[in-house]
Every structure is written in C-alpha cells, then in structure tokens.
C-alpha cells in the first residue's frame, strides 16, 4: 500500500488551510507591535534632534551646532541613499533651502518644523522597510519551527549568518531564529542536507523562497546549485495577512512554483514543491487543495495554524 501523501499528516479538506478571522486578525496586532518596535529609534533621533536644535535661536544658527547634520540633511528630504551620491556644496545647499524654504517661514515654530520633516523623511524610509515586514516574520516562524524540529530530534544543525556568510551553531545567547538567518544544515539518515533561503536558482534563473538539497553547504559551494538533481525540494513562502491581497500572493506563488517545475521537469529533474502562505481564502484553499490532489504541488500549510506548519517543518527535516 503507498504511502499518505505528506500533507495528509496535517490536511483532510481545503477547509483546513482557510485563515480563521481570529488569525487575520492576530497577524494584523502582531504586524502593528512590531511596526511600533521598529518606529521607535527614529522616535528617540527626533527627541535628540529636538533638544539639540532647541539650543539655536535662529534657522540660521542651526548651522553652528554639531552632531545634527545628518538629521538637517533628512529634514531636507534626502535619505541616506541619496546622500551617498551628493558632493558636500549639494548636501550644504540642500539644507539652506531646507532653512530658507520651509524652516524660517515657520517663524519661533521652526524647531518643531524642523523635526516633523525629519519624521516624515524616516517615515518614508522606515515603510519601504515594512512593505515586507510579513515575509520577514513568516520566514522567521517557519526558521523556529524547524529548529525546534531538529533540536526536539536532537539533530544538530547550523544557520548560515548573512554578513558574514559563515556557517554557525546555535547557542542559548544568540538564539537564531530572533536574528538574520540565511540558512540551515543538518544531517539525516538521507545524508547531508542544507536549505538555503532567497536563493536565485539557477535552473529557474529566479528567486526561490527555499531551496533545500540533498548535500552539505561544502558540496554546494563546490558546484554553485547547477545540478538539478541535488535539489529536495522548493517552496515559496508569502506571509502577507491582510485578505485584500491573498488572492495574488497565492497566484504568485502558483505561477513560481509552476515555472520550477517545468525548469526541472525539462533537465529530468523532479524535486518536491510546496507553499506556506498566511492568509488563504476560501477558493485559494479549493486551488490548493487541487494542486495537492493532482500532484503538481507535494506539501502545503497555513502559516497561522502551528499544528500544520510543524507538520511540514518535520517532513523537510526528514526528506
């Protein structure tokens, strides 16, 4: 008799993958909180910048105090990228526009102009950060899910830090999954395995949100991810959870995971593929469920319900 196809270790109906209400709306908290988190450096530079500049009498005195060019910089709308193209006489007239332009019309109101441009040039900043703030915390759940899976197994594992590209073993300091990760290896009785996160698949010539193989990262290095049969299996992620936009994550990743396996299918290759996505309506499921069915998609869960998303973390560590 053959073996349950994996996802029937979690699943019995679409229903399953539905996003609850209560889901939707936990993410939503847990997105604002961290939002807030995030917000509150910036908060604290506008504090200093405040009772720094209150000290200038004048706009123009502004000029004579150190330590706020920076923040008179950002006040003028310039953002740090930006900045790192601009000669010193365009950063200096930049901030005398931003005097004679919007602080002196402001009259003895001008230090509160002043922070407020400011705010709103880290603002800006600090929402292109957060437009993906959901991937960010979705690929952080499902990092700390399969580290309890290896470590509940007591699999030892490694995490591949991002800026200095080494591989790492975790320890009770410097906990991995509240920190960058970029991936993990473990080994099982398959052999050596390494999942790599973001990675440009060469074969599919695009950004794969998982790509774990059959190989340790030495090995991989030494063949640069070109050979197809080393591929596991490939997953995309989407942590979005405002239901508005669910129908296209979900698209996205169908029409990714299509592609991967029709690179694959043409170089012989069939490796699994699976989708975790946040929020699942009702016809996503239904979608999903089919893909299940059919075969053309191996593994899938609700990143909400940790029963399911443990359910695939044990099936990659077992692969």
């Known amino acids: ?89 365009d950063k200096a007239q930049a901030i005398q526009r931003l005097i004679t332009d919007f602080l002196e019309p402001a009259g003895n109101h001008f230090v509160e102009e002043l922070v407020y441009r400011f705010l709103l040039t880290r603002g800006d900043a600090l929402g292109g950060s957060m437009r993906n703030l959901g991937g ?47 991936g993990l290896t473990w080994s099982n009785a398959g052999g050596a395995r390494t999942m790599l996160y973001n990675l440009t698949v060469p074969l599919v010539k695009k950004n794969v949100d998982f790509s774990l193989f059959d190989a340790s990262p030495e090995q991989l290095n030494r063949t640069s991810y070109k050979h197809p049969q080393l591929y596991l299996a490939l997953g995309e992620l989407k942590g ?49 469920w089919h893909d299940l069915q059919q075969g053309t998609l191996t593994n899938a869960a609700n990143l909400t319900n940790p029963n399911q998303v443990a359910s695939v973390c044990r099936w990659l560590a077992n692969l």
């Not at 979690?10 to 939707?24: C, F, G, K, N, R």
């Not at 509150?40 to 009498?57: C, F, H």
């Not at 899976?149 to 320890?171: D, E, I, S, V």
């Not at 994550?249 to 989708?275: E, N, Q």
């Open 1 to 89: 008799m053959p073996a349950a196809p994996p996802y029937r270790e979690h699943l019995a109906t679409s229903d399953d993958l539905v996003t609850p209400y209560e889901e939707i709306r936990a993410g939503f908290v847990a997105l604002a909180l961290e939002k807030n988190r995030r917000a509150t450096p910036a908060v604290e530079q506008a504090r200093a910048l405040q009772a720094a500049a209150s000290k200038a009498q004048t706009p123009a005195a502004l000029l004579d105090l150190s330590g706020i060019t920076p923040a008179l910089l950002a006040a003028a709308g310039l953002s740090d990228k930006a900045i790192k193209h601009l000669t010193d006489d």
């Open 136 to 182: 960010v915390l979705a690929q952080r759940r499902l990092t700390r899910t399969i580290m309890a899976t290896l470590a509940l197994a007591g699999t030892p594992y490694q995490w591949l830090q991002p800026a200095t590209k080494a591989w790492r073993t975790p320890t009770p300091q410097e906990p991995p999954a509240e920190i960058p990760v970029r």
């Open 240 to 288: 979005g959870i405002d239901p508005a936009g669910a129908d296209e994550h979900w698209k996205t990743a169908r029409t990714a995971l299509s592609r991967i396996r029709d690179a694959f299918s043409a170089r012989g290759a069939c490796p699994h593929t699976f989708a975790v996505l946040a929020a699942i309506a009702k016809n996503m499921a239904q979608e999903i």
